[in-house]
């Protein structure tokens, strides 16, 4: 497929490693810096399935400046303890206490999918979380129990609201998946804003150019060199537009609602932080922990028409979709998650690319924890 081709010629400057030992790598850093081996597990395994769906903007590449430096900085608790504050029937609300994310958030949509086989649905709001990694992986739970599954969470701010150039919302993905009759579920997962940051740290590890339009300056002005954007946004110089970009013209109204509606789930339902309380810093500008809030729903399909019935019309619908008239010059359409699919298979074969920015990356926490590990470009 000509979709595969042009993925991989974007890889030219990238070295390629087998997941097996990535996954490996990953464990073996987490748990030397301080995360106990259950948690690393599920940490690396969250990572390592983002690696292996393409998105490379929270796999691997998270793992040192995300997760391991703010652990050395103090901001992050390695070991993770989960409250729960409340519980009903079908909700219940937890406190993550600063711990791992992926950790705290894979536990709440466990409780939630739990929830929904007892009584059909089940949600889950979290407070005092931090960055869970990609958040696929937790609609992806529900799928393979045969439910529905939504997650959304804020985080530190980064979109301004539209007409505005103040970074106030986080990229605040609302992520849904449900199971089809295809070899693949469908899965949206991305981001209210035209990109996230996670991307913009990929496009400069690439040495790329942003597209004009995902960033705003000062002066209402888009902004485009990958470095100086992600410096500009940690102070506060610059902010993503919302998804459908600058103004209205492009319906970027929309994003801003949607990423509104995000913070409000992530925050309110758990009266937890939000917006500028999320910035990572206090009033003299010392490190502190973003403390942020997630929700998880999973709703069991058999409740309704049942499962088969129901996988088999949303498989109908996507193949219906792909069906459709192509644009000229355009030789196929894809459904959501299709892309994802499509990279794993090659992926499997192939490995994961390794720019080198992070091979650096790799190369410093080896060293930094004397880990035994020797990797294909250390005599370069």
């Known amino acids: 497929m000509r979709f595969i081709d042009e993925y991989e010629s974007q890889y030219q400057a990238c070295a390629w490693l087998d997941f097996s030992l990535l996954e490996a790598f990953m464990f073996d850093a987490l748990v030397a810096a301080g995360i106990p081996e259950g948690d690393a597990k599920t940490v690396s395994d969250v990572l390592i399935e983002s690696d292996k769906r393409g998105i490379d903007s929270h796999g691997i590449g998270r793992l040192k400046p995300i997760y391991i430096d703010r652990i050395r900085d103090g901001i992050l608790n390695p070991v993770t303890r989960v409250d729960i504050l409340r519980e009903r029937k079908t909700t219940a609300v937890l406190d993550g206490n600063n711990g791992m994310g992926h950790v705290i958030a894979k536990q709440a949509m466990a409780l939630a999918i739990q929830k929904a086989k007892d009584h059909g649905m089940g949600m889950v709001a979290v407070r005092n979380s931090t960055h869970y990694g990609i958040a696929g992986y937790y609609p992806l739970m529900a799928i ?43 899965l949206l997962d991305c981001a209210t804003s035209t990109t996230q940051r996670g991307k913009i740290e990929h496009y400069e590890r690439m040495g790329k150019s942003l597209p004009a339009g995902w960033v705003i300056d000062e002066q209402g002005n888009s902004s485009c060199e990958a470095g ?153």
């Open 144 to 186: 393979q129990e045969g439910m529905l599954g939504i997650t959304g969470t804020n985080a530190r701010p980064s979109i301004a609201p539209t007409f505005g150039v103040e970074n106030m919302l986080g990229t605040n993905p609302l992520t849904i998946g449900f199971p089809t009759d295809e070899a693949f579920p469908f």
């Open 228 to 380: 100086k954007v992600l410096e500009d946004l940690t102070v506060g110089r610059a902010a993503l537009a919302p998804l459908g970009g600058i103004g209205e013209d492009g319906g970027g109204y929309k994003g801003y609602g949607y990423a509104t509606v995000v913070e409000v789930l992530s925050a309110a339902l758990q009266d937890g932080a939000y917006l500028k309380m999320l910035n990572g810093h206090d009033a003299q500008g010392r490190k502190i922990p973003y403390p942020l809030g997630h929700f998880f729903i999973a709703i069991d399909l058999d409740e309704f028409m049942g499962l088969d019935a129901f996988k088999k019309t949303a498989g109908r619908i996507m193949r219906e979709l792909r069906a459709s008239r192509k644009a000229p010059g355009c030789d196929y359409i894809f459904t959501p998650g299709e892309k994802e699919f499509l990279i794993q298979e090659f992926r499997e074969r192939k490995g994961c690319p390794v720019p080198p920015a992070l091979q650096k990356d790799m190369s410093t926490l080896r060293n930094w924890y004397k880990l035994d590990y020797r990797f294909q470009w250390d005599n370069q």
